[in-house]
């Protein structure tokens, strides 16, 4: 909806889908036991026709057990609150510099080990859980992000 705002047609093209056994760190994201498995989904994002980024959303498989059912094109926010009842309320963010993969650098149309914006958010529900941990791996060229932060009053 932002690359919408900005007056572009986002489109997003699923690279692969795989219900597998997560990295600890995803383990610990996602509030899952050491057994859990969870669904991963590569997507290419594109605003137009340029390639602009690549989506990894990490989900729980034993609360999301036909996730991979639906279509992944969509909005998967919009996903999960239409088809599961969770409203994603809040995200934890992480943003900082870094180097495509090689993988990611072809899927985007750039040169080998460019210089990237690797976005990292756990994404929590109306009811404070984890829904997904989400990569995002942006064209630097294309990257620009708003944040608006809000302060309690002492």
Do not use: C
């Amino acid at each position: 909806t932002n690359v919408q705002a900005e007056g572009g047609s986002p489109k997003a093209k699923v690279l692969e889908a795989h219900t597998l056994r997560p990295a600890a760190w995803v383990v610990a994201k996602l509030g899952l036991g050491r057994t859990g498995r969870i669904h991963s989904v590569r997507r290419l994002l594109s605003i137009g026709d340029q390639p602009a980024m690549i989506d990894i959303i990490y989900t729980s498989a034993a609360r999301f057990p036909d996730f991979l059912d639906n279509p992944m094109e969509q909005s998967l926010t919009k996903l999960w609150q239409d088809r599961y009842g969770i409203d994603v309320t809040r995200a934890e963010v992480t943003i900082r510099a870094g180097t495509l993969l090689a993988e990611d650098a072809v899927a985007l149309q750039v040169e080998p080990e460019a210089a990237g914006i690797l976005v990292l958010q756990t994404m929590i529900g109306h009811d404070g859980r984890p829904v997904a941990v989400n990569l995002q791996n942006w064209r630097i060229d294309v990257a620009e992000f708003t944040i608006e932060a809000q302060f309690p009053r002492s």
